[in-house]
């Protein structure tokens, strides 16, 4: 209770804050918290190949992650689309 007042909580082996910019990569909760949709809508548009993920791992250990970098330019590409500034053909 003390950490999340502080502002910082312990999530696997990294330390969160409030300041994501720091981290390389987030786990799929992390990135949809930081996308501001559910982890559900965040694993429908990964299914699809919509948002920018790396698997680490083989098998039943693999892991799903976002790096941060690069969901930020999705989400900017995502912006400027609405906005107008870009149309995808597809």
């Not at 409030?18 to 990569?25: E, K, P, Y």
């Not at 098998?59 to 400027?80: E, F, H, I, M, N």
């Amino acid at each position: 209770m003390r950490t999340a007042l502080r502002g910082k909580r312990h999530v696997g082996l990294a330390t969160m804050t409030n300041d994501i910019s720091s981290l390389l990569a987030l786990r799929p909760r992390e990135a949809a918290k930081a996308l501001g949709i559910s982890p559900r809508h965040l694993w429908q548009l990964t299914k699809d190949g919509q948002v920018p993920c790396v698997r680490v791992g083989s098998g039943k250990r693999q892991t799903v992650l976002y790096p941060v970098a690069d969901l930020q330019a999705w989400l900017s590409a995502k912006a400027s689309e609405a906005k107008g500034g870009y149309h995808d053909p597809r």
